[in-house]
């Protein structure tokens, strides 16, 4: 059975730093894409950021590139997104998402087949 566990949430001033971490298990493949999926509140969900196990590839929306790092390890399985001069628009509750059986991240969100929980992350002054 799938589990991903997100973990790193909190509050944060603007311009400040959070670093989640993704714990998964339960699925032995060498393909597929690991994410971060975010939802403010009203908001249908994004697509933050996403890294696939085949080639490590990174992708990032428009709007944190620069700011947001996504990585993997492999041996813990781990996938952490390193968040940095965050803004109120950040604000959100963060979903660490699974897509299994592909080389590539997914172009939307509900692509993703297995969700966390989620952590919430509130960037206020």
């Known amino acids: 059975q799938v589990q991903l566990v997100e973990s790193g949430g909190g509050r944060v001033q603007p311009g400040g730093s959070l670093r989640l971490s993704c714990a998964y298990d339960?699925?032995?493949?060498?393909?597929?894409?690991i994410g971060w999926v975010r939802q403010a509140p009203g908001k249908e969900r994004e697509g933050v950021s996403c890294?696939?196990?085949?080639?490590?590839?990174?992708d990032y929306v428009d709007s944190v590139k620069g700011r947001f790092t996504i990585s993997r390890d492999k041996e813990a399985q781990t996938v952490s997104l390193e968040m940095n001069d965050l803004r109120p628009e950040d604000t959100g509750t963060y979903y660490c998402?699974?897509?299994?059986?592909?080389?590539?991240?997914?172009?939307?969100?509900?692509?993703?087949?297995?969700w966390g929980r989620g952590t919430q992350i509130t960037v206020s002054s």
């Open positions: 890294i696939t196990a085949s080639s490590d590839t990174k």
């Open positions: 998402a699974l897509l299994l059986g592909s080389w590539d991240c997914p172009r939307q969100a509900n692509e993703y087949q297995d």
């Open positions: 339960g699925f032995i493949s060498n393909y597929y894409a």
